[in-house]
């Protein structure tokens, strides 16, 4: 499994500063952080090939006289499951710096509220099934020190990180894939319509879609000229994640299938398939 590697996290961090430093233990900021938001409260659906970005949302207040500047020092979310010394898996929003506003100055503290993004690239950062799951949020500090001046002939780099954990949580959850395919179509009032159609996930190690075998799907119909679905009867899921029912054709109007998703797919609504009853 891909781990929280602080490397790629501190190679964020330094590629703000064109910089590459080897690590070294920094100086604890006195930093305290508010709940992270990470998508809006709201699960986050990812395929097996397209990158999605995720909007962020923390707080953290800072000693007055300490600057995060983005160039020698570095303030970023991390996405994590497992134990924060030795995560499962990690995932880092470092790729710019936050957009951060002063909400509260006392004398000696200031507290920001800020917002930024994280980009999950299933391809690089989800291996399998296990990141379908609820991962902890936590926050990363870097700090970069740099003696480019070589008329001495020496030059020094130093860089710390300090990690907080346990500042909220986020859920993954794979995209589903959902048809339908109702046949005859046309087909003859009273006679038998069979409805076809397949349930399928992203499947992270395989980098595809797969079967999404026993789960329990709704076919709907909509009449010509009405506005809204209504459910017909329940599916389960077969081999190969199949789908097949038969309803007797009385009308105009469509049919799709509907999948209310589970803790670890997202729900999926197919497109609909428009039958001509004669």
């Known amino acids: 499994m891909r781990k929280l590697a602080i490397g790629a996290v501190m190679s964020g961090a ?27 409260g709201k699960p986050i659906a990812v395929g097996t090939k397209a990158t999605v970005t995720v909007p962020v949302t923390y707080s953290f207040t800072r000693p007055s006289d300490f600057a995060i500047d983005y160039e020698t020092n570095f303030l970023g979310i991390v996405l994590y499951r497992g134990r924060l010394a030795d995560p499962d898996n990690g995932l880092e929003a470092l790729s710019r710096a936050p957009k951060c506003t002063p909400t509260t ?19 690089e950062q989800l291996m399998g099934a296990a990141d379908a799951t609820t991962w902890k949020a936590g926050a990363f500090y870097g700090h970069i020190s740099v003696d480019n001046d070589d008329s001495d002939d020496h030059i020094s780099f130093e860089n710390g990180y300090d990690l907080w954990g346990g500042l909220g ?49 709704t076919l ?48 999926k609504t197919s497109a609909a398939d428009y039958v001509d009853v004669k």
């Not at 200031?110 to 930024?116: A, G, L």
């Not at 076809?196 to 329990?216: E, I, V």
């Not at 994640?241 to 054709?249: D, E, F, P, R």
């Open 105 to 123: 100055t006392t004398d000696t503290t200031v507290t920001e509220s800020c917002t930024t993004v994280l980009t999950v690239d299933p391809r």
């Open 14 to 40: 330094l590629a703000l500063t064109g910089l590459a430093a080897p690590a070294a233990l920094a100086d604890s900021p006195e930093l305290t952080f508010g709940a992270v938001t990470v998508n809006k």
């Open 169 to 217: 949580t986020a859920k993954l959850q794979r995209i589903a894939k959902l048809t339908v395919n109702a046949t005859p179509e046309p087909v003859v009032k009273g006679k038998t319509l069979t409805v076809k159609g397949s349930l399928t996930r992203a499947d992270w190690a395989k980098r595809s879609y797969t079967a999404y075998k026993g789960q329990k799907v």
């Open 220 to 267: 709907q119909f909509k009449a010509k000229g009405a506005t809204a679905y209504t459910d017909v009867k329940t599916v389960t899921s077969g081999t190969g994640g199949a789908l097949s029912t038969t309803v007797k054709a009385s009308k105009d109007g469509s049919y799709r299938y509907t999948f209310a998703g589970t803790s670890t797919t997202a729900a």
